[in-house]
């Protein structure tokens, strides 16, 4: 079973490095074009910054990773930027370090210990959210079946997305793959087989928390 981690929502901190103003973003929970729209929106939040530097990866196997200087000297922006949020282990997150220019060089090694520091500082300050890989199972049942049901998804690992009781009990719930057959048995065995349960084909990560 594989897991991953994401930052959870957006997260900012700000540093001052020899006169100049290092803030840092962050954002997971990105697609590439959800990144991309968040790496344009804070060069608008802030157009007159002397660079908006950025790195991203976008996916959720960390395969579509991007990363820009934005003027700064090739590779003392982008790529600390993102060294960092790999070193982490972190996928489907962006990070934009925002520099204001102080008027006193840092040099290239300054620099990316400026940004990677940066990165580094808004993602501790980050919650950070690990999801395993799930499957969705199905549920439908008679009234009169669905609380040993209701307790034993309580006391499981899973992620429940709300039942209808409107005919009957109906619902999902995300389970880790590695747990699909057993929690199927066990629901079969809580309702002595009368439960309907379906298992559709596909996988998603989720945060079972």
């Known amino acids: 079973m594989k897991t991953i981690k994401v930052v959870s929502g957006e997260y900012q901190i700000e540093n001052e490095i020899k006169r100049s103003r290092f803030i840092a973003t962050a954002k997971g929970e990105v697609s590439q074009d959800e990144a991309e729209a968040f790496v344009k929106s804070i060069k608008k939040k802030y157009p007159d910054a002397t660079h908006n530097c950025y790195a991203y990866v976008a996916d959720e196997l960390g395969n579509i ?5 934005d003027g700064e000297p090739g590779g003392t922006a982008g790529q600390p930027i993102l060294d960092v949020i790999k070193k982490q282990g972190l996928v489907k997150t962006a990070v934009v ?3 204001y220019f102080g008027g006193i060089k840092l040099g290239a090694g300054g620099l990316v210990g400026a940004y990677s520091g940066a990165a580094a500082d808004v993602l501790k ?4 959210l690990e999801k395993k890989e799930c499957q969705r199972v199905q549920i439908s049942c008679d009234y009169a079946l ?13 992620k429940p997305l709300g039942f209808d009781y409107n005919d009957g009990v109906k619902g999902e719930i995300f389970v880790p793959i590695d747990d699909v057959k057993k929690v199927v048995d066990d629901l079969k065995e809580l309702t002595s ?6 298992v559709p084909d596909g996988v998603s990560f989720e945060a079972l928390e």
């Not at 990773?65 to 200087?69: E, I, L, T, Y």
């Not at 300050?125 to 950070?128: L, M, R, T, Y």
């Not at 087989?193 to 379906?198: H, K, W, Y």
Request: hydrophobic fraction near 40%; proline fraction near 6%.
């Open 65 to 69: 990773a991007r990363f820009s200087d």
């Open 97 to 99: 370090v925002t520099r």
């Open 125 to 128: 300050a980050a919650k950070i």
């Open 146 to 158: 669905f609380p040993p049901v209701e307790k034993y998804l309580y006391k499981a690992e899973c």
């Open 193 to 198: 087989g009368r439960a309907e349960l379906n």
